[in-house]
């Protein structure tokens, strides 16, 4: 169990205090189920309804099914918590291994409700401009007791982790603008390097798969693993070019790509570079094969595509490697047909997945680790033997539910500490997994709150 604990005493609204009561507080994130055997859901195309599926509560969780980040079919009200004598709200939540997402919904006296992160656990930030994940995380389980997909998001207890850093290039319109980085462990600037472009979807930014998308731990497990060779991975804010294409792969091409070989060991080949993005950065990885198909190597096209972006396009027989992706309920997998008629007609070789979840990051993270695994380059020597990924007991100085880890092992970030206890409770479910509670709480103490709104 580990309990989130926050003083609530002032609530800070327009640059003043707030003197309005707390009344209640709920959690809400990504804690509702579905069976993937339900008709609706086995026979979604992304164009059918799907609102009648069953939504699973985590209390009603069973093994084999999968979360989502948001409703796909009858909702669920947030998680109301309960207030103790000591002031504090608390919940016990028994979930299945995964990285989760939550936030806290207040209620005020005057019926008025607020929506936060933990401040006991805010998302690590970029300092520069503060783009941050959106929520508070937390990381369940371990390696061997997880939801299927998300083994390799787990950090390491070796010494065997890269890190990754924010850093701000020059813009195409000339602005100074944010790049995430991530550097293999042991970064050695005689060697060169493979390199991973990235993008987020709409309204998203750098900061996004390096924080919720567990990009650092899953590169840092896939290469100890030799899954994948050595590779830098490069995120962007594509958002703030208003998901203009043209603007986006001129910007790509003519900055980001030169900033990154002229200030690390990569390699300049073609068939050295791969990009993929999610949703609208699944359309932009369309674009790019569109127009720049003999500038990658390797393209991930995953949650979102349009096949008319490539009806003027011509094949010449060099292909890049193709991995078109979405999720089982995934409203983004619609384009997905149109597009691989196209390439089928065009004799174009590609392969298509789906992952059990639908428009959200625990598909996406599943996703990254398939493509950089299955698709990219082979690391060149044979695995040796290295210590499993988060597979220790826990204890209380390590406890096995850890909150947001950078994976940072340059500049080192200790772990944030939530609440004043922390252990785990191990619920049977199955033959084969453990749901393990968490218990969130927090303070309110009347009139007062430390909380920004």
């Known amino acids: 169990m580990i309990k989130y604990l926050c003083p609530r005493s002032e609530a800070r609204g327009n640059g003043g205090k707030d003197e309005r009561n707390a009344i209640s507080v709920s959690v809400t994130g990504n804690f509702q189920f579905y069976d993937p055997n339900e008709e609706v859901i086995q026979n979604y195309t992304g164009k059918n309804d799907v609102t009648s599926a069953t939504t699973y509560s985590v209390y009603d969780y069973q093994e084999g099914m999968f979360n989502t980040g948001y409703p796909v079919g009858t909702s669920i009200s947030p998680y109301e918590m309960t207030q103790t004598e000591d002031e504090r709200f608390e919940i016990t939540l028994p979930v299945p291994g995964n990285l989760y997402y939550y936030d806290y919904v207040v209620t005020y006296d005057d019926g008025s409700t607020v929506t936060i992160k933990d401040p006991a656990n805010m998302p690590i930030a970029n300092e520069t401009n503060g783009h941050d994940a959106g929520h508070s995380l937390v990381y369940v389980g371990n390696a061997e007791n997880t939801t299927a997909g998300q083994e390799y998001i787990y950090a390491r207890k070796d010494t065997a982790k890269g890190s990754y850093r924010f850093v701000t290039y020059k813009a195409v319109d000339g602005t100074d603008q944010p790049l995430g980085i991530y550097l293999p462990a042991n970064y050695d600037e005689s060697k060169t390097y493979k390199t991973i472009y990235v993008s987020h979807g709409g309204g998203g930014q750098e900061n996004e798969w390096m924080t919720i998308g567990a990009v650092p731990n899953i590169m840092d497990n896939l290469i100890a693993d030799k899954e994948v060779a050595e590779a830098i991975v490069v995120?962007?804010?594509?958002?703030?070019?208003?998901?203009?294409?043209?603007?986006?792969?001129?910007?790509?091409?003519?900055?980001?790509?030169?900033?990154?070989?002229?200030n690390y060991s990569v390699s300049t080949e073609a068939e050295d570079r791969a990009f993929c993005g999610l949703s609208m950065g699944g359309l932009t990885t369309t674009s790019i094969y569109?127009?720049?198909?003999?500038?990658?190597?390797?393209?991930?096209?995953?949650?979102?595509?349009?096949?008319?972006?490539?009806?003027?396009?011509t094949h010449d027989g060099d292909e890049p490697t193709l991995f078109l992706a979405a999720g089982k309920v995934d409203f983004g997998k619609a384009g997905f047909a149109g597009l691989k008629e196209a390439l089928d007609q065009a004799g174009v070789a590609y392969t298509y997945e789906e992952s059990l979840g639908a428009h959200d990051w625990g598909v996406w993270r599943d996703l990254f680790t398939r493509f950089a695994k299955n698709y990219l380059w082979d690391a060149e020597s044979e695995p040796t033997p290295t210590p499993d990924p988060g597979t220790e007991t826990p204890d209380p100085s390590d406890p096995d539910v850890t909150v947001d880890d950078p994976s940072d092992s340059t500049t080192a970030t200790d772990t944030v500490q939530t609440g004043d206890n922390t252990s785990i409770t191990i619920y049977v479910a199955g033959a084969s997994m453990a749901l393990i509670a968490i218990v969130v709480g927090i303070v309110i103490k009347k009139k007062k709150s430390a909380i920004l709104k």
Do not use: R
């Open 235 to 262: 995120t962007m804010d594509n958002t703030y070019f208003s998901w203009n294409y043209d603007d986006i792969k001129k910007n790509l091409m003519d900055n980001i790509i030169p900033y990154i070989e002229a």
């Open 290 to 313: 569109a127009t720049l198909s003999d500038q990658f190597g390797y393209l991930g096209i995953w949650s979102a595509t349009d096949a008319s972006m490539i009806e003027n396009m």
